[in-house]
């Protein structure tokens, strides 16, 4: 789905700018990463917290946009439980089992762990051991909903795409929704030309729900309506969370 996508996305910034594009799909986040440090793509797309991550080891990274979906340039992420069960409140959660996305997922791990950890909740004791690991944002539902897991984090569109999915609305409770979250960074490893970057931040604002060909490369099923213009500090929300998160963690993997 992902090659089909994002590849008519690829294939029209490409032709905007004369430069043939290729769409690869990393296995996770690392692999993403790993590409970008080796020049092995040139144009990423990098979830929020692995932009971060990504900037932090390569300053040279350029971002050039990112994306509008569902009509806003942020998301939220959700903490979520089977609607059938007798959970009301996440202190309702205490020994049960979660199942989170990755470690490295921003609203499928990052933000939740992070607010939990705001409400004085350290998620390793107060949850059930071992957490689960789902992969991604639908696996994630699927496995709360087979009763694999007593409850999930996921960002605000999976849901939407659980509901395309034919799942039906009353079936998930949400019980914790995170701060808003900056949207997913489109960058260009470092060492590439200026130019280039230029190019291609107006090839993807030029494209846009708006119109009949913007439409037809978007899609339906992306969510996404368009392009803007995004800054490194958009992401600063997303640093501050990554800290207040390392720091509470460390604090208590110390001496007891």
């Known amino acids: 789905m992902l090659q089909t996508e994002f590849g008519r996305l690829a294939r029209a910034v490409g032709t905007k700018i004369g430069v043939p594009f290729e769409v690869v ?8 990463r790993r590409r970008v440090r080796d020049g092995t793509v040139d144009l990423a797309q990098l979830a929020p917290n692995n932009y971060v991550r990504a900037k932090a080891e390569l300053p040279g990274l350029t971002i050039v946009a990112t994306h509008v979906a569902d009509g806003s340039p942020t998301y939220q992420g959700y903490v979520i439980v089977r609607a059938a069960s007798s959970y009301r409140r ?9 199942c989170w996305v990755d470690p490295e997922s921003t609203s499928g791990y990052l933000y939740p762990r992070a607010m939990l950890r705001k409400r004085g909740i350290d998620p390793d004791a107060f949850f059930a051991s071992p957490a689960l690991w789902s992969g991604n944002h639908s696996a994630a539902i699927d496995t709360l909903l087979a009763g694999g897991c007593d409850v999930a984090a996921v960002y605000s569109g999976a849901l939407r795409q659980a509901w395309s999915r034919g799942i039906d609305r009353e079936a998930i409770r949400i019980l914790l929704k995170t701060e808003r979250i900056p949207y997913d960074a489109y960058c260009l490893r470092p060492g590439l030309p200026r130019s280039l970057a230029t190019a291609i931040r107006r090839a993807l604002l030029s494209i846009s729900t708006r119109t009949g060909e913007g439409r037809a490369i978007l899609g339906r099923t992306t969510r996404i309506n368009g392009f803007m213009i995004a800054f490194d500090d958009a992401y600063d929300a997303v640093r501050a ?3 207040l998160l390392d720091a509470a963690e460390h604090r208590d993997a110390g001496p007891r």
């Open 25 to 32: 799909v990393a296995r996770d986040y690392e692999d993403l």
């Open 90 to 98: 996440v202190e309702d959660l205490r020994g049960r089992r979660p």
């Open 241 to 243: 969370m990554a800290r």
